[in-house]
């Protein structure tokens, strides 16, 4: 089965830019779009990043994806950290038709 | 505004059965495909099952075929989680999302509802 691998956790400072990666078990990362969430404590997900790249209306443009086939992964980049960007973040593909998450990455921002 | 409201979480003892729903508005419902994803406490989310638009494809997470049924009503814009047989191990809250259409959406989530087993 497909799985997608994420760091526990990561900090940085505000203002400062922070890279979440999700690197994929099997295949290629490339062959289905990733997709990722923003959680806050209490909240339900929203979606910071789709189809690898494209930001939602209303995502600041601090948001950014990317994928890199050479290590079969993608990444989510978040730059100019604010005190709100601190969540768990999730990455998403498919396996087939049904969805596959990474395990999450609590990003702290302190 | 796409709006996803899910309802019919609760307590409910070991073996006993629980039906979700969620109620979406806010866009042509019979469009897209749908999808319930679940959350324990303090763990991370997990797909749990998805349905095509018009009802006639369904897929499961194995840790829940043979006791989840979902299915949805496109005349009621309404989906549905009918689940049995709980377990201990199926407390979390579960969500309700929209899918995306490549090209087009991205994906949308309901505000989530809890559910316990527990005796």
């Known amino acids: 089965n497909f799985m997608l691998t994420q760091p526990h956790s990561v900090s940085e400072s505000p203002g400062k830019t922070v890279t979440i990666s999700c690197t994929g078990s099997?295949?290629?990362?490339?062959?289905?779009?990733v997709q990722w969430y923003q959680q806050r404590p209490g909240s339900a997900p929203t979606t910071v990043i789709y189809?690898?790249?494209?930001?939602p209306s209303g995502v600041p443009d601090r948001f950014s994806g990317s994928i890199d086939s050479s290590s079969n992964s993608a990444s989510l980049t978040i730059s100019g950290l604010k005190t709100e960007d601190e969540a768990d973040y999730y990455c998403?593909?498919?396996?087939?038709?049904?969805?596959?998450f990474g395990g999450g990455t609590k990003l702290t921002v302190l | 505004e796409v709006q996803l409201v899910e309802s019919g979480g609760g307590l409910v003892q070991p073996g006993g059965s629980l039906r979700l729903s969620c109620a979406a508005s806010?866009?042509?419902?019979?469009?897209?495909?749908m999808h319930w994803v679940r959350q324990a406490p303090g763990k991370g989310l997990v797909w749990v099952s998805r349905?095509?638009?018009?009802?006639?494809?369904?897929s499961y997470a194995d840790s829940v075929k043979g006791r989840f049924t979902i299915s949805r009503d496109n005349a009621k814009n309404t989906l549905y989680l009918q689940m049995n047989s709980l377990r201990a191990e199926d407390t979390a809250v579960y969500y309700c999302?929209?899918?995306?259409?490549?090209?087009?959406?991205?994906?949308?989530w309901g505000q989530g509802t809890l559910v316990t087993v527990s005796s």
């Open positions: 998403q593909s498919h396996d087939n038709s049904n969805w596959v």
């Open positions: 189809e690898d790249n494209q930001r």
């Open positions: 349905i095509n638009s018009d009802g006639s494809s369904t």
């Open positions: 099997s295949g290629s990362i490339a062959t289905n779009y």
């Open positions: 806010g866009f042509t419902f019979s469009t897209y495909w």
């Open positions: 999302a929209r899918a995306r259409i490549t090209g087009a959406t991205w994906v949308y």
